[in-house]
């Protein structure tokens, strides 16, 4: 023993030395149950002298005289076609003792070292790189292969340039440009002023000083002490006065009478008052009047304070401040109080004689009744004392109210504004014969007897204890300090002493104003409306010289001068607000038409004037004054509507601005109530307006003609193509135009309450005007007969003719104009959108496009022509493009891709609306796209085939990478078709159009993109297809190495010389071809590798042991790894395909135990039973139940059995099988009893098996039903099969509750079955496995159960 142990360790070392790798091959059936690396056989080997040699990095071993052989080790076992015989006979059990001794395996430490040897050398992994996976589809740096034909193409892709072109040149030369006001347009505009003559100014100019000098009111503190010589130098510079004259004219107004002043009152409301009535109310009324001055002993007037102490007996109370409330307006004072207040007579100056026949205002005009006696006597000893009163006046009685309103007017006279004080009592009305009563009727008294008497007759009446009102309070306020403005203020009520408890206060609006004494009467206001009115326009006109011709600078203010006179005219003419206003108006509005204003000027004065127009009125006269300032602002204001586009020119917003309040002006004048009434007879604004912008729309249409299409009718008779460029130009103008509205003009005529869609009103307009002369063209112009037939005829003889060959002169001629047209009634139609829905029917443009349809269709059919001449050409002139890539390609792939890339470009430059239309059209492209490229490809493969013999095969790969390359080009380019096309879009609408035809229209269009596509992806993979095929066969040869290397050898190390060979095979296709071409010689070389790893499991020669599947499992695994490349080769979809799932599928059911096969096979053959419908076999019903650790099964019957015997019957009976028998070891098979001669047995038998929950729950636990027919001579017939799975049954389910009665449950009806595929790849696996009873018994068993073919 010692020395078959010495012998084997010599062995060893002599196997070590010559790099031996033991082959071992499966023993027979009789050796493979003892399993272990020690029931091999080795190879016969030979001591011959090997030599080793060094290629590419990897060690060959070479035979002495023989070729090299490019593997790990010497293996001697015989490769397929080497004409040795087949592998060696399994060997007896001594000779394989002995090789076991000669052949033992290296010790522990040794197969440590080797498996760090192996583990520092890693497997190849393909080098996918990142790289740009395409070129740009077009290049315009290559020009040389369009120059040949002159830039055919080119010339339409530009139209869009020269499109964008020509609106550069008009926006630059037309009207946008400019943002000033042309001269002559507001020349046109102006109309002449109206001069006054000399007298009139003069007249007018007197008037002005003689209001200077009677100014009224008091000047603020901050004011100057006397702005009369500031006043004359503005009117004097305003009237253009020399200085003899003005002195002259100022002395004319000095000798005029002074006017008489007057305070004019409004008893707004009091609130807050006592009540003195028992229902908690008052009655208040208002008694009030002027009190005069008084001459004190000096002989001269005092002050107003002393004239008050005089009075009241205490000093004057402070100037009340202005409380906070409500400020409404003043209601018109009543026809009788101001024919009162015209009927008063002018005071005369004040004396003692005088002071006698005026009544005592007193503290009030009535004393409490409750007051003491010593009181009344001080009365009536002060009565010969008191200040006299002028007229009483009295409000209206407002009855049980605290917080009475009057808003009643008076105008009282004033003596002396500086010592005059005006009073007020408050009081509550009580009984029919009051104070209110006496005070009325004392206001008609004509003398100063009668007043005398009157109020004597109060006096008596107050002391005889009559009927009395309540006293509520009084105020006292002085004259003097009056503003030219007015007050409106609230007031405290005061009491008739200190010891009076007064509450509440009133509110009283004041300003002063004169009568003229100067024989003029004072009905005609509308004189003083007039001056003022004139005045205002000279004062304007004189501001304006400031600005020169500059007048819309003006932001309407006048100097304080201006405003200071203006207002002293319209207090002293007791000019209303409204009056003012409309003065303002008309002023400003009539020096408009002359010099132009800043609209936001105007509408501020309208807006003023309208929100006046509802608190006053104005007089006959005044309204035909404004009713003419009304008529003539619209006039003027529609004529710039009309002309908007001379005189609010674009891109200025300030024009914008200005048109905007224009706009407003006519907006307040549309929904004013003045307008309507001063202008009765007049058109509707909005209307006026509309009119005005269409009228202007013409106007700019026929100007725009006579610009840019005079030469119309001429150029029609050279042919057309200056005319329809003209019109071309025409629309691009009107385009530009719409689009300043829609810019600046929209938002102005929209944002008002006008709301006129000014850009749908101009588009109606130009678009109606445009058509016409366009289909005048166009029917002029007529399009060459069709040509299509003519041109494929020549493009099919172009296909056939030899590159050597001379390309045929033929040319046909196609015009640009008409495309360059109708891009710009394109660009033009896009303003529709603006237009409503309902409106857009009635365009006539929408109906223009059909006569641009054969120039379009004849522009198709001339590009199928040209691109192929260009291909022609392209290959003619190819070279290598120099992109510093490893990737390359000549310049022939971009020219081609070019071709289609003006193609697609001028599509989408013309937008075809049509979808009918517009789909043949599309098709037509497809095709001549589809069929160029293909034309492309053949040419290639043809220069590809005419390649030297005797070029090198480095060469030869570059050549190919190169050709493969450009078809891949071209190729992509079509696959964006479908996109850059808007396919899509297209069939969906038409599909949807005619629904009953499905997607007729989108099939199509995919079957040829498919087609052409899938045309080109089969020419690129023939013209790789020589290099997957000369690499078939070493593939192969290391396939089969690798199936049959060594059970010892790692799967890792035995797939490791198939890698080297594809990673060195494929180093220099990697890279240099495109990622998809790279992908298609991947799959080529993968499909080629699954193939002959298929050849291998398919040899039968011998038996295979489950090692030899195992290690092809693994190998399969790494190469899928190799091909993947980390994500950088072939994906997973294309690696995973039908015929990797097939081998995969086959290699791990071959590794597989018989007893998993066999549970496998069962579980599909349970799939197949759920989804059997026909009862092609019959079928059976059963109940089936797990109930206390049993599983109990009843069979009760089968129905429609085939049958099996002659005589057209069968003696059937049911096998019932618990499957899997790992699962059910205690279970046995069971059967029923036979039952002769029926197709229908009713059975009715009921079985137990031992089970357990746990097993039954299990995955795969299911019973199998066997239908047989028994036959007493020969062996039983199969009549089908049933699956059931366990899983399903009640007591399984978690969910199934407790069922007593087991005969109640619902029978389960199954359809037997046959197994219909006799290739079934799970028995044809077992089927492999001889050696193996329980595969052989169960292949015998499942064969009898496949269906025979009919």
């Known amino acids: 023993m010692s020395f078959l142990n010495s012998l084997q360790q010599v062995v060893a070392g002599v196997t070590n030395t010559l790099s031996l790798s033991p082959k071992r091959f499966p023993f027979g059936r009789e050796n493979s149950s003892g399993g272990g690396s020690n029931d091999i056989t080795t190879a016969t080997t030979t001591t011959t002298t090997t ?79 990142d790289r740009f996976t395409y070129w740009p589809e077009y290049d315009p740096s290559q020009t040389w292969v369009s120059e040949r034909d002159g830039g055919w193409l080119e010339q339409f892709t530009s139209l869009g340039w020269r499109h964008s072109e020509a609106l550069r ?142 009075a009241q007996g205490s000093p004057p109370p402070d100037s009340p401040r202005t409380r906070q409330g409500s400020r409404s307006s003043v209601d018109t004072e009543s026809e009788t109080e101001l024919e009162r207040t015209s009927s008063c007579e002018s005071p005369k100056p004040f004396s003692k004689e005088n002071l006698r026949k005026h009544h005592s205002f007193r503290l009030s005009f009535k004393r409490k009744p409750t007051e003491p006696k010593r009181e009344r006597v001080e009365h009536r000893d002060s009565l010969s004392n008191a200040i006299p009163a002028k007229i009483i006046r009295a409000t209206s009685v407002k009855p049980h109210t605290l917080s009475p309103r009057w808003n009643e007017k008076f105008r009282l006279d004033i003596d002396d504004i500086n010592y005059d004080i005006l009073h007020l009592d408050i009081w509550d009305h009580d009984d029919e014969s009051s104070v209110f009563e006496v005070v009325s009727k004392l206001n008609e008294v004509k003398g100063v007897k009668g007043l005398g008497r009157f109020f004597k007759q109060i006096a008596q009446s107050a002391r005889a204890g009559g009927g009395q009102d309540d006293f509520l309070g009084c105020v006292n306020i002085p004259l003097q300090d009056m503003p030219s403005t007015g007050v409106d203020r609230w007031y405290p009520l005061e009491g008739r002493s200190h010891r009076s408890n007064i509450q509440g206060q009133i509110n009283l609006k004041m300003w002063l104003s004169t009568r003229e004494d100067r024989g003029t009467s004072e009905d005609e206001v509308w004189a003083e409306v007039r001056q003022h009115d004139q005045i205002i326009t000279t004062f ?83 309204e035909e004054m404004l009713g003419e300032s009304y008529s003539g602002f619209v006039e003027h204001s529609l004529t710039e509507v009309r ?83 003209s019109l071309a130009r025409l629309a691009l103008h009107l385009t530009l135009d719409l689009q300043a509205g829609c810019d600046y003009y929209e938002h102005a005529f929209t944002s008002t309450a006008l709301k006129i869609h000014y850009v749908a009103l101009n588009y109606k ?60 009634l394109a660009e033009f139609s896009r303003f529709q959108e603006q237009v409503p829905a309902g409106d857009r029917r009635a365009l006539l443009l929408g109906t ?57 470009t001028f599509w989408r430059h013309l937008a075809w609306p049509d979808p009918c239309s517009s789909y043949s059209l599309v098709v037509k492209m497809i095709e001549t796209m589809s069929g160029s490229a293909d034309y492309y490809v053949y040419l290639l493969q043809q220069r590809l085939q005419t390649l030297a013999t005797d070029t090198a095969e480095e060469e030869r790969a570059q050549q190919l990478c190169i050709t493969v390359n450009n078809m891949e080009h071209v190729r992509n380019s079509l696959t964006l078709l479908q996109e850059e096309l808007q396919i899509e ?121 489950e090692a030899f599947f195992v290690r092809l499992y693994d190998a399969l695994e790494l190469l899928r790894a190799f091909f993947h490349a980390h994500g950088r080769g072939l994906d997973g979809n294309t690696l995973m395909g039908l015929e990797y799932s097939a081998l995969e599928r086959q290699l791990r059911l071959h590794k597989t135990s018989t007893e998993a096969l066999i549970e496998t096979y069962h579980l599909e053959r349970l799939l197949v039973q759920e989804r059997t419908e026909l009862q092609e076999y019959g079928s059976l019903f059963v109940r089936v139940y797990f109930n206390h650790d049993s599983l109990c099964v009843e069979v009760l019957q089968a129905r429609n059995l085939i049958p099996l015997d002659p005589n057209g019957f069968s003696d059937p009976f049911v096998v019932i099988e618990m499957l899997p028998r790992r699962l059910f070891p205690g279970s046995a098979p069971q059967q029923t009893n036979v039952h002769k001669k029926t197709l229908n047995p009713l059975f009715d038998e009921c079985f137990e098996f031992p089970a357990t929950l746990e097993s039954c729950q299990s995955e795969g636990a299911m019973i199998l039903f066997t239908v047989m027919d028994h036959d007493v001579i020969t062996c039983n017939d199969f009549g089908g099969e049933a699956f059931l799975s366990l899983n399903t049954i009640p007591g399984v389910v978690p969910s199934s509750t407790s069922v007593d009665n087991f005969h109640g449950l619902k029978p389960i009806e199954f359809n037997l079955m046959f197994q219909k595929d006799p290739d079934n790849i799970i028995l044809k696996v077992l089927e492999t496995r001889t050696n193996e009873k329980m595969a052989m018994e169960f292949v015998k068993k499942q064969k009898e159960r496949i269906a025979r073919p009919s």
């Open 985 to 1105: 879009q297209l069939t969906q609408i038409l599909d949807a159009q005619d629904p009953r035809n499905g997607t007729t229209y989108t099939d199509h269009i995919n079957s040829l993109l498919l087609a052409a596509l899938h045309n080109l992806d089969s020419k690129i993979a023939d013209s790789m297809s020589p290099v997957a095929e000369k690499l078939r066969s070493e593939l192969q040869k290391d396939v089969f190495h690798l199936a049959w290397s060594p059970d010892s050898l790692p799967a890792e190390e035995a797939v490791r010389p198939l890698l080297e060979r594809l990673y060195a095979s494929l180093s220099t296709y990697s890279a240099t071809l495109l990622k998809n071409n790279l992908d298609r010689l991947l799959h080529l070389l993968w499909l080629a590798v699954l193939s002959a790893l298929h050849e291998q499991i398919g040899k039968d020669s011998e038996e295979k042991q």
């Open 169 to 310: 040149t008009l926006r630059a030369q037309g009207r946008q440009g400019s943002r000033d006001v042309a001269p002559e347009a507001l020349a046109s505009l102006r109309k002449s002023e109206r001069r006054l003559s000399k007298a009139e100014m003069e007249g007018l100019y007197v008037e002005v000083l003689y209001t200077v000098f009677h100014k009224i009111g008091a000047q603020h503190h901050s004011e100057k002490k006397d702005l009369s010589e500031d006043l004359h130098r503005y009117a004097q510079a305003a009237f253009h006065i020399e200085p003899h004259d003005h002195a002259r004219l100022q002395a004319v107004a000095q000798e005029e009478k002074p006017p008489i002043l007057v305070l004019n009152l409004v008893v707004v409301e009091a609130e807050n008052l006592e009540a003195k009535d028992p229902n908690g109310f008052s009655d208040p009324y208002c008694m009030l009047g002027i009190q005069p001055a008084v001459v004190p002993a000096g002989g001269h007037p005092g002050s107003p304070r002393d004239v008050y102490t005089v």
């Open 848 to 904: 223009v496009w059909r006569h641009f349809l054969p120039s379009v269709s004849r522009w198709v059919d001339v590009t199928a022509y040209r691109v192929l001449c260009r291909i022609r050409t392209a290959i003619l002139t190819d070279r290598v493009a120099n992109t510093g890539e490893p990737v390359q390609y000549t310049t022939s792939a971009v020219d081609t891709t070019s071709c289609f890339y003006h193609i697609k």
């Open 643 to 725: 002309r908007h586009r001379e005189l609010f020119p674009t891109p200025s917003k300030t024009h914008a601005i200005r048109l905007e309040a224009l706009l407003k002006c006519l907006a307040v004048l549309a929904d004013s109530r003045s307008y309507w009434k001063v202008c009765p007879f007049h058109k509707e604004v909005r209307g006026e307006v509309v009119s005005a912008l269409k009228k202007g729309a013409l106007e700019w249409y026929v100007q725009a003609t006579l610009r840019y299409d005079r030469h119309r009718e001429s150029s029609l008779s050279t042919g057309g193509d200056a005319a329809l460029e």
């Open 540 to 622: 304007l006109l004189h501001e304006l010289t400031k600005f020169k011709d500059d007048t819309v600078s003006w932001d309407g203010e006048l100097s304080p001068a201006a405003e200071s006179i203006l207002h002293q005219h319209a207090i002293q003419g007791d000019l209303t607000q409204l009056q003012q206003a409309m003065c303002r108006w008309m002023a400003a509005s009539r020096t408009h038409a002359s010099r132009t204003l800043d609209h936001r000027i105007l509408h501020k004065l309208l807006l003023a004037l309208h929100e006046l127009w509802d608190t006053e009125t104005l007089s006959k006269e005044e």
């Open 765 to 824: 307009i130009f678009e109606k005007l445009l058509s016409e002369d366009t289909l005048k063209v166009l029917t002029v112009i007529q399009v060459d007969e069709d040509i299509e037939n003519e041109v494929w005829q020549m493009c099919g003889l172009l296909r056939d003719l030899e590159l050597s060959k001379e390309t045929p002169h033929y040319y046909p001629h196609c015009s640009t104009s008409p495309f360059l047209l109708y891009l710009a």
């Open 51 to 129: 030599t080793t040699t060094a290629v590419g990095g990897y060690h060959y071993h070479h035979r002495p005289g023989g070729s090299p052989n490019p593997r790990l080790g010497p293996r001697l076992v015989p490769t397929p076609g080497s004409g040795v015989g087949a592998a060696p006979r399994p060997q007896g059990r001594a000779k394989s003792f002995m090789n076991q001794m000669l052949h033992p395996p290296p010790p522990p430490m040794q197969q440590q070292v080797v498996k760090r040897e192996r583990e520092r050398r890693p497997l190849p992994v393909l080098q996918c790189g």
